[in-house]
Nanobody, 116 residues
Framework: QVQLVESGGGLVQPGGSLRLSCTAS????????TGWYRQAPGKQRELVAH???????NYADSVKGRFTISRDNAKNTVYLQMNSLKPEDTAVYYC??????????WGQGTQVTVSS
């Protein structure tokens, strides 16, 4: 079992920035896939960005050029730097880890609200 704890959400004005952090209860391995998803009210959960086992990164088209995912394996932490935030980025953001056996773990979520 892996526990994931997110932090860094909050209220920000349009155009602002936030950095989300997700700390895992065990070492993040190079073969783990780690990512961020989000779910807005009335919508399905969607992939925002992830880092694959080959250290490749993938982003949703809606966040390309604005968001950056990274991870520090030594700190067991995954980050999501969000710049140029828009009201449509408002959602609960969830951290996800998928291991080599395709077992998935989720954090509890952190609210991001973009509003003036």
């Amino acid at each position: 079992q892996v526990q994931l704890v997110e932090s860094g959400g909050g209220l920000v004005q349009p155009g602002g920035s936030l950095r989300l952090s997700c700390t895992a209860s065990r070492t993040i391995l190079s073969i783990d896939t780690t990512g961020w998803y989000r779910q807005a009210p009335g919508k399905q959960r969607e992939l925002v960005a992830h880092i694959t086992s080959s250290s490749g990164t993938n982003y949703a088209d809606s966040v390309k050029g604005r968001f950056t995912i990274s991870r520090d394996n030594a700190k067991n932490t995954v980050y999501l730097q969000m710049n140029s935030l828009k009201p449509e980025d408002t959602a609960v953001y969830y951290c996800n880890l998928r291991n080599w056996r395709s077992m998935e773990y989720w954090g509890q979520g952190t609210q991001v609200t973009v509003s003036s």
